[in-house]
DNA sequence: GTTGGTACCTA
DNA sequence: GTAGGTACCAACG
């Protein structure tokens, strides 16, 4: 690749010295000329993301061809968040050159230190500078010149003619040049920089940095400074002399190490001061109109495109051809799934080009603080008590909630501005720990404001923070609720309900999507594997940032949300409606738990462990020695070579299957003997043991925390332990179910919808036939043989209902002949026959899967039933396998998402009408709910909860807002019994 | 001590 | 053929 032509320079001569005495100085301009309404001139500096990113983002990030792309990822995205956060018609992106500059000429020390470039970044510049120019921004390297000080000279002249400017670096040298009409941002933190946010940070204003960097030195740059004077001491000397020049008038009085050294080092003070300080008067041959981004999005698209398809950018090349595609909302840095903005899209908002943000330009820096003593405190309650809405969040001692102790609270009442109130570290050594406040006066002082349902709460995976402060008995989530003015917000939530599929929603993945920052990670704080510590064991100022960090940082992805909700009022009531009311139900369901019969589990686990161990000595036997019953690899071959059974496949690392499925078909008593060895410590290990290790020592309920934002389709998953898979498909499997019990005077309860997703098969393609079958109430599989054999339901047999109901769930899962031949047990052809027979008789539910995967290439989502939005990123993925894969997944993600819908409905639903009864929710299984009920209430209860589910659509939705005109009954079974064996 | 592969439990 | 979680082994650092 060559560098393109688009600006061409005249080389600076190196050994033309600038004149430093007569320089501009950009911190002392005169600006009361400026005019802030326009947008600001954008000066980046590229030299600086290349390095930044390059270190901070993972090697890996490569395409096919070997080619490393985590700076040009990181890069880019920095441009395009400067872009969209300014608006700017007037821009350059700023590069050194290999070349050596007057500094070099000056100082054989400087910048000495720096190693070689990695050939790894070297490979990545030239793409970086097809990339600036592809986007229509004016690239400005000039042999013999630092970025520094093009931007330095550029930043003094648009001041000059009026401008206001924004300095996209991370570099604290360019402090120098900030005044009341230039700040830095560095785009890949978003860390913003204005004078205050100078003075904050070291102490002196930005005209006094030159002087700064002078008397301290900087290592990296070969800057030596006075000896003896750090920080600190430069700080000190500057505020009281203003200036180094005053300062060496007054040396005399000037105390210790500090002074002699001034003295003795006086002579090398200019020499310094040159190489610290930013040229601004450089020759650079452009004026104002050079420096305007081409915003015509046609210029530059196939250059762009074409960098794209090498650079392997999938989804910043699918979005030019989609500018408006739903998932080109946002940026990430390291998210390979993210998309880039396209090039008509950032035209698109250059055009429209109302400046959003000059409050944004005049910003201070955020600012975070630690509360460590009563004012500071009493001023913080006095803020959260004003607010219309905060954010709150918890550190703890572990993040399993049920062992969670509280070690502090940070709040942000808004962006870039957060406090920590740190209430029981406990790390010797550190003399902060005695400061802290105390925890009891504190939450008690601020329980009102969390309880009280007239100031909004904000908060990351609040439902954690909730059970954490219901230990302390306070009410997070019981009244949160949001109006225009006063926002609750559950960010985790927010993200998910927008758009599940583009990133997950962990703070540190929605800080890097949404933000483009990378967050202090909780290992760097307390460490990781073995050495890692728990929070109150982190030093409260370490803590303190970390902490600062996490409600800022959610507080401005609540902003985001915020704007990207008041556009969309189906999400808005996704997430307001359905998913807070659902995680305050889970909040309760996990707390309460469900009971089960230890002794009973534990006399299970005896009896299989007997069991396991008699199986394993018959293995040993017939192999003629002992090895690894469990061990897949050790039983193939055992099986495969030392006994010389016929039938082995190889899976695709090339070792011997001994999946069920491959064994099943093999006749040999060790295959009988292994099946059944691995049925009973699949029981033993993942249910028996586990579940009694889990439960709780004096209550012996069971928690479980359910996952609300995992799921590509809405469902919920289970962990810690897994309630959604206990066993029930065989007798020995359901004893496990036997061991989930009730109290005493109450029993199990258990409710399921019906053919839920078959039922929204019907809805949602209207088809005649299946709408039918439900409307009468048939046997849905059997209906279906019926139907397709075209014989009397009564005449369908055994085998036919079992093949009909293979097809049904095919249909669900998006089924291929190749799948169906497989669960059937038969060719490929004739699943082809019968599906093929299938579709004629239900016609639209075939058109229901051609349309389905149509819309899906065609928007890159489908939509559930309450029109959320599921994202189908693969859908048009270049390798077949995955494609197809991708539009299976489409097909049944309205399904299996609408049913994820409706269950977190019937919830909401079930939860209003429960409390007069005394009965709990304790379990939630994708279609089924189960509760712990009176015995003397079961009728009662079990009507109300059959009719809450039923009627989930013509009652609670619509209440919310949603108006669905269902096409078959809903129906719900229930029963009950001692156990949820029996309720089942 | 972490990670990938295999197997198997659920709707 | 869809969507999940957990346990175990074996290899890797």
């Known amino acids: 690749m060559t560098d393109n032509d688009h600006n ?15 320089m501009p100085n950009v911190a002392m301009m005169d600006t009361s000329h400026v005019d802030k309404d326009q947008p600001p001139f954008v000066l980046v500096d590229g030299s600086y993301y290349l390095f930044r990113t390059y270190h901070a983002l993972p090697k890996t990030m490569a395409n096919t061809q070997g080619l490393t792309t985590n700076a040009i990822r990181g890069t880019l995205n920095a441009l395009l968040k400067v872009m969209r956060r300014y ?10 050159t290999k070349s050596p500059t007057f500094r070099h000429a000056m100082s054989s020390d400087y910048k000495a230190a720096r190693p070689p470039m990695d050939p790894e970044l070297v490979e990545q510049i030239p793409y970086i500078h097809h990339l600036v120019a592809a986007l229509g921004i004016p690239l400005l390297r000039i042999e013999g010149a630092e970025a520094d000080d093009i931007i330095g000279t550029l930043a003094y002249r648009a001041v000059e003619q009026g401008h206001h400017v924004v300095i996209s670096t991370g570099d604290k040298d360019m402090m120098q040049l900030v005044n009341d009409c230039v700040i830095l941002e560095d785009s890949f933190t978003g860390k913003v920089t204005d004078s205050q946010a100078v003075v904050d940070k070291f102490g002196i204003e930005p005209s006094q940095m030159i002087d700064f960097l002078t008397l301290m030195g900087d290592s990296s740059d070969g800057i030596k400074g006075v000896p003896g004077i750090g920080k600190k001491t430069a700080k000190d000397l500057l505020n009281k002399y203003g200036n180094i020049e005053t300062m060496l008038e007054n040396v005399a009085e000037i105390k210790g190490r500090a002074g002699k050294n001034l003295v003795e080092y006086a002579d090398d003070i200019p020499f310094n001061a040159q190489l610290a300080t930013i040229v601004t008067d450089l020759a650079v041959g452009h004026d104002w109109s050079d420096l305007k981004i081409n915003t015509d999005p046609c210029a530059h698209i196939e250059k762009l495109r074409a960098l794209y398809t090498e650079l392997e950018f999938k989804n910043e090349l699918a979005s030019l051809d989609h500018p408006n595609h739903p998932a080109n909302g946002s940026q990430s840095v390291a998210d390979s799934q993210a998309d880039a903005e396209s090039q008509a899209q950032v035209a698109k908002s250059l055009q429209s080009s109302k400046i959003e943000n000059i409050k944004d330009s005049k910003r201070h820096d955020k600012a975070w603080h630690t509360v460590l003593d009563e004012p500071a405190f009493e001023s913080l309650l006095k803020q959260l008590t004003t607010a ?18 509280l070690v502090g609270l940070s709040f942000a009442v808004k962006a870039h501005e957060a406090y920590y109130v740190p209430l029981t570290h406990r790390l010797e050594d550190d003399e902060l720990t005695t400061k802290q406040l105390d925890r009891d006066t504190v939450l008690a002082k601020l329980k009102p404001i969390l309880q009280n349902p007239n100031i ?3 908060g990351q995976h609040l439902k954690y923070d909730a059970h954490v402060l219901s230990h302390y008995d306070i009410d997070l989530l019981g009244s949160i609720h949001s109006s225009p003015n006063n926002w609750a917000m559950d960010t985790m939530l927010a993200s998910y309900v927008i758009n599940a599929a583009i990133t997950r929603h962990g703070m540190d993945d929605l800080a890097r999507h949404y933000l483009q920052t990378q967050t202090i ?3 760097d704080v307390a460490g990781k594997g073995a050495k890692q510590v728990s929070f109150d064991q982190v030093a409260i100022d370490i803590a303190s940032d970390y902490a600062c960090e996490d409600a800022d940082i959610t507080y401005q992805l609540f902003d985001i949300f915020r704007q990207k909700l008041a556009e969309n009022d189906t999400n808005f009531r996704l997430l307001h409606e359905l998913e807070i009311p659902t995680a305050q139900i889970l909040c309760q369901m996990e707390a309460q738990g469900i009971l089960i019969k230890r002794s009973f589990l534990n006399e299970l686990s005896k009896r299989f462990d007997e069991e396991i161990i008699a199986l394993e000595a018959q293995a040993h036997e017939l192999a003629g020695e002992t090895f690894n019953l469990g061990s897949p690899k050790q039983l193939g071959e055992m099986l495969f070579e030392k006994l010389g059974v016929a039938g082995g496949k190889k899976t695709k690392s090339g070792q011997y299957s001994t999946s069920e499925a491959v064994l099943s078909k093999i006749d040999h008593p060790l295959v009988d003997i292994t099946l059944e060895y691995r049925g009973l410590s699949k029981l033993k290990s993942t249910y028996t043991d586990a579940l009694d290790n889990v439960a ?3 209550t012996d309920r069971v928690h479980t925390s359910y996952h609300q934002a995992l799921t590509s389709t809405g469902r919920l998953s289970s962990t810690d332990p897994n309630l959604q898979n206990i066993p029930i498909r065989t007798a020995t499997g359901r004893l496990i179910r036997q061991a989930f019990i009730a109290p005493k005077g109450r029993v199990i309860l258990a409710a399921d919808y019906s053919q839920i997703e078959l039922r929204l098969m019907a809805h949602f393609s209207g088809d005649k036939n299946l709408t039918r079958a439900f409307n009468e109430g048939l046997d849905i599989h059997a209906a279906t043989a019926a139907e397709v054999l075209g014989k009397e339901v009564t005449d369908v047999t055994a085998t036919e209902r079992r093949n009909a109901k293979a097809i049904n769930f095919g249909l669900l899962y998006g089924m291929s002949a190749f799948g169906l031949a497989k669960q059937l047990q038969m060719s490929r052809g004739e699943a082809q026959d019968y599906i093929d027979m299938y579709f004629e008789r239900y016609p639209g539910v075939k058109e229901y899967m051609m349309n389905t995967r149509a819309s899906a290439h065609e928007k890159g989502y489908v939509e559930t039933i309450l029109g959320r939005k599921l994202y189908t990123p693969d859908i048009n993925h270049s390798n077949r396998m995955v494609k197809q894969g991708a539009e299976r997944a489409a097909i049944n993600a309205p399904l299996q998402g609408s049913a994820a819908d409706l269950i977190k409905l019937a919830m909401i639903a079930v939860d209003k009408v429960l409390p007069k009864t005394q009965a709990k929710m304790l379990l939630q299984v994708h279609d089924e709910l189960v509760f712990e009920v009176d015995s003397d209430k079961v009728d009662e209860v079990s009507q109300l909860i059959t009719e809450a589910m039923q009627n989930v659509l013509t009652d609670t939705a619509v209440e919310k807002g949603w108006q669905v005109s269902f096409a078959v009954p809903l129906l719900v079974e229930t029963d009950s019994g001692k156990n949820w064996d029996e309720a089942h």
């Open 696 to 698: 709780d020592a004096e």
């Open 87 to 96: 608006h700017p018609t007037h821009m350059a992106v700023c590069f050194d």
């Open 8 to 22: 061409s320079h005249t080389p600076i001569d190196p050994d033309m010295r600038p004149n430093f005495d007569a």
């Open 388 to 405: 219309a809405h905060f954010v709150i969040d918890t550190e703890t001692t572990s993040m399993y909630w049920r062992e969670a102790e």
């Open 521 to 523: 990670s909780f290992e």
């Open 456 to 458: 909004g709460k904000i």
